[in-house]
């Protein structure tokens, strides 16, 4: 069973703590004025300057410091610093019956993926995956920011889907579970992860070659459960590349062929270029809410069925 936090409010305390890779005090402050100007505050952990070779601090340093955030009182949203790498490290040193006690807004991509996962299995508290501190001090599209706070409101979000691609047809209503697949495929079978039964799965990566792709598709058919989800929606993969043998032959295989390979005799929604990702799309979507997905009559719509926040 979810649990959700407060509703966002003008006024509110954002805080940022970075629990994979550091990035600049000078990109981490670009920030403030978009933050302050929609009517938060903004509160910069002092872990984000911290640096353990490409990670900002140990992993029980970087646990520790969300932690703080979470226990914080005047905290309530927490926008991750930055992905990277070894947050799937911390995982082990975070204090789940304290973030349980105190439900509050995360949201966090890419190698983000571990916490939202680790910390939605474990407490039941619905996490956003979206735009994180490193995304926002690179001017992206408005709607990363304008996604962000409809859903930190409670609004019934639909998602723009006039560039998906069916698939394969079908219906689906379910909870939304997913994230970057590299990740998910590290936590299926650890305890940091949800049964996928009556899950809506979504997934994306950047940088990852085909045929490792193909590896996590199999890997997640064979023990992460992927007979028992409501649908798949695929969304941008950036610079996955085509490897080839030494003749020079190539892999073959597209992303969308192994996406139908890996859910041939289900019967459920497929749907690719889905907006969320590494490339421009990046629409908040909450690990934890129930959507309604249809695929059909060359159309896809995808709507959340509750909000995301206790409204």
């Known amino acids: 069973m ?8 003008p006024g509110d305390s954002i805080a940022t703590v970075a629990t994979s890779n550091w990035i600049s005090n000078e990109a981490i402050e670009s920030v403030r004025p978009m933050i302050e100007d929609a009517g938060f505050s903004f509160y910069v952990h002092p872990q984000t300057s911290k640096r353990d070779h490409q990670q900002a601090g140990t992993a029980k340093k970087r646990a520790a410091a969300l932690c703080d955030a979470f226990e914080d009182p005047k905290v309530k949203a927490i926008i991750l610093t930055a992905g990277g790498d ?13 973030i349980r006690q105190n439900p509050k807004i995360i949201v966090g991509y890419s190698d983000a993926t571990a916490l939202l996962s680790a910390i939605y299995t474990r407490t039941g508290l619905v996490c956003l995956h979206g735009g994180d501190i490193s995304k926002y001090s690179k001017s992206p599209p408005q709607h990363v920011w304008d996604s962000f706070q409809a859903i930190s409101k409670g609004d019934l979000y639909s998602y723009p889907m006039d560039k998906a691609k069916i698939l394969r047809e079908g219906t689906a209503n379910g909870v939304l579970y997913g994230g970057n697949l590299c990740l998910l495929s590290n936590l ?5 992860a949800p049964d996928l039964k009556g899950k809506i799965l979504f997934f994306e990566d950047e940088k990852e070659s085909l045929w490792n792709i193909d590896r996590m598709l199999l890997y997640a058919r064979r023990v992460g459960g992927l007979d028992n989800c409501a649908g798949v929606l695929i969304g941008g993969f950036s610079e996955c590349s085509d490897k080839t043998n030494p003749a020079g032959i190539g892999f073959g295989h597209t992303l969308e062929d192994l996406a139908l390979e890996h859910t041939e005799g289900l019967n459920i929604p497929v ?16 690990i934890g809410s129930t959507a309604s997905l249809t695929a059909k009559d060359n159309q ?5 069925t509750e909000p995301a926040v206790a409204v």
């Open 300 to 304: 896809a719509t995808l709507s959340l």
């Open 86 to 98: 070894r947050a799937l490290h911390i995982l082990d040193h975070l204090d789940y019956d304290l």
């Open 2 to 9: 979810s649990i959700k936090s407060q509703p966002l409010k």
């Open 271 to 286: 749907v690719s270029r889905a907006p969320f990702g590494h490339l421009d799309l990046l629409h908040t979507i909450p």
């Open 188 to 192: 299926w079978g650890t305890g940091y």
